[in-house]
């Protein structure tokens, strides 16, 4: 007699950690996933021997269940490795996160007293009379003056998101930027001490051969557990029967089909599950609220260089919005087999979205047009080191957290909520900006409530969504 089938939808980190999961616990269970490739956002591509992640993905955590699987997993492929970062702004390059004593050092005498001036003023204000934190904008004007916000944080994120500052939620800049006290700003100028903020994790642990590394190795374990893989499945509607889902439909190569499950655990799109769950049926309002959660895709153009290296970064961020890229990455530096021996590559993140013209621009404008962006940053050598260069793609890169989102996150997952053996979860599944190690956490934890038969699916989109700094706790990107 085998066990009741469970289906997890997707084999990203958080689905292929479900499955793994299920099937270590002797479950039958399927993973259906859309592309050709397991990994997700967290997949490794390969071209004439050098291999690029869909981002700029790294592995700590804080949970020793997931710590020790992964090293169980990888064994001694996982490199420990360190992180340099910078943000190239106006011909400078300045440390990452942004401190400000290194943009003092940088920026003439003028513009740093108008930066410490407009800084000190807000908050100065702020303490006579507290401003409520609606917008991006807000939350970062009020802690560190219009001059920063203008000259950093405003371009970069209308750059990444697609819309103005002002009409993203606050809740994103608590999440990503770490404050600053300007009585320790002033003690480092004057050299009484030396270091920098240290709120983001600089050391962390890479596979050998790139983060798809961790879901391919995943991926074999499970099969070899007696669970099933089935790649390029694209998931076409989900069958519910008396508040509970009864099968699952998806397409492959070879046509339509069915799968009857006794549970679904989905990474999905919360948008794209709910209007699958709700059908023809679903209410005006939901529909309307799934309309309104939106990704931000990216494009990320990958040059093949025949150089030994470009910089000493591993990411240098790009926030000046008259350049196409958002964040440079040299693969290289996360790990040395990522490339061939004496050569190194780029990965050019630009965001977008699904359609738009930067999506459908063909490969050589692309290509052109990042470098004379490149050689405007300095480095025109670039394009004659070129040996090679192409596009991967990413449609739901980063969730859009538009002013209200909360009130249209929490509609829709109650609405899933409401099907009793379907868990939604996952970044895209529980519409959160989560790094790799919550998403694998959450794929762990949907497993355990098909196990355990107690709990909740919304614990589980909520996990690890403790007030405060994301890096300084997740420590993974």
């Known amino acids: 007699m085998t066990s009741p089938r469970v289906v997890v939808l997707g084999g990203g980190a958080c689905g292929m950690t479900a499955g793994y999961t299920l099937a270590r616990a002797g479950v039958e269970v399927v993973v259906l996933e859309r592309e050709l490739r397991v990994g997700g956002l967290c997949g490794t591509h390969e071209r004439r021997g050098f291999r690029f992640d869909l981002g700029g993905h790294r592995f700590i955590s804080r949970s020793r269940a997931l710590d020790s699987l992964v090293r169980e997993l990888v064994g001694s492929d996982l490199l420990e490795r360190t992180r340099s970062s910078v943000v190239l702004n106006g011909g400078q390059a300045y440390r990452y996160p942004l401190e400000l004593d290194d943009v003092?050092?940088?920026?003439?005498?003028?513009?740093?007293?108008?930066?410490?001036?407009?800084y000190a003023c807000e908050r100065v204000r702020q303490a006579v009379?507290?401003?409520p934190d609606v917008s991006f904008e807000d939350w970062v004007t009020h802690r560190f003056g219009r001059e920063l916000y203008a000259t950093f944080f405003g371009p970069y994120t209308q750059k990444l998101w697609g819309i103005a500052p002002s009409q993203i939620s606050a809740d994103w800049a608590s999440q990503r930027i770490s404050l600053l006290s300007l009585s320790d700003v002033l003690v480092r100028l004057a050299g009484l001490r030396k270091g920098g903020a240290r709120t983001y994790a600089r050391r962390y642990l890479y596979p050998r051969l790139g983060i798809g590394e961790i879901f391919e190795r995943m991926a074999a374990a499970m099969i070899g557990a007696g669970g099933?893989?089935?790649?390029?499945?694209r998931l076409t509607g989900i069958d519910t029967q008396k508040g509970r889902v009864r099968a699952v439909r998806y397409r492959t190569s070879s046509g339509e089909h069915e799968l009857a499950c006794d549970a679904v655990i989905s990474?999905?799109?919360?948008?794209?599950?709910?209007?699958?769950?709700?059908?023809a049926a679903m209410p005006v309002a939901l529909r309307r609220a799934s309309e309104r959660l939106r990704f931000r895709a990216i494009r990320l153009c990958n040059v093949l260089l025949d150089l030994p290296e470009v910089s000493?970064?591993?990411?240098?961020?790009?926030?000046?919005?008259?350049?196409?890229m958002a964040r440079i990455q040299e693969p290289r530096h996360r790990s040395p087999e990522l490339a061939p021996r004496g050569q190194t590559s780029l990965m050019l993140e630009i965001p977008c979205d699904v359609g738009d013209e930067l999506w459908t621009a063909s490969e050589e404008q692309i290509y052109a047009r990042c470098m004379d962006d490149l050689a405007a940053l300095g480095y025109a050598h670039l394009r004659r080191?070129?040996?090679?260069?192409?596009?991967?793609?990413?449609?739901?890169?980063?969730?859009?957290?538009?002013?209200?989102?909360?009130?249209?996150r929490?509609?829709?997952l109650s609405f899933v909520g409401e099907t009793a053996n379907l868990v939604s979860c996952g970044r895209q599944g529980a519409f959160r900006y989560i790094f790799m190690d919550t998403a694998m956490e959450m794929g762990m934890a949907a497993a355990q409530l098909y196990l355990d038969r107690r709990g909740s699916g919304r614990a589980i989109a909520d996990l690890r969504s403790e007030a405060g700094l994301v890096e300084a706790r997740a420590l993974t990107a």
Not at 267 to 279: D, F, K, N, Q, S
Not at 312 to 324: A, E, G, I, K, N
Request: proline share 5%; no cysteine; glycine share 10%.
């Open 129 to 131: 009379r507290r401003d």
């Open 385 to 408: 080191a070129t040996l090679d260069y192409f596009s991967t793609y990413v449609h739901e890169g980063y969730p859009i957290y538009h002013l209200d989102y909360l009130g249209d």
């Open 228 to 233: 099933k893989l089935y790649l390029g499945a």
């Open 104 to 118: 003092l050092r940088k920026v003439s005498l003028r513009r740093g007293a108008k930066i410490v001036g407009s």
């Open 267 to 279: 990474t999905v799109a919360l948008p794209e599950v709910a209007r699958m769950v709700g059908g």
């Open 410 to 412: 929490d509609r829709l």
């Open 312 to 324: 000493p970064h591993t990411w240098m961020y790009v926030s000046d919005p008259r350049y196409l």
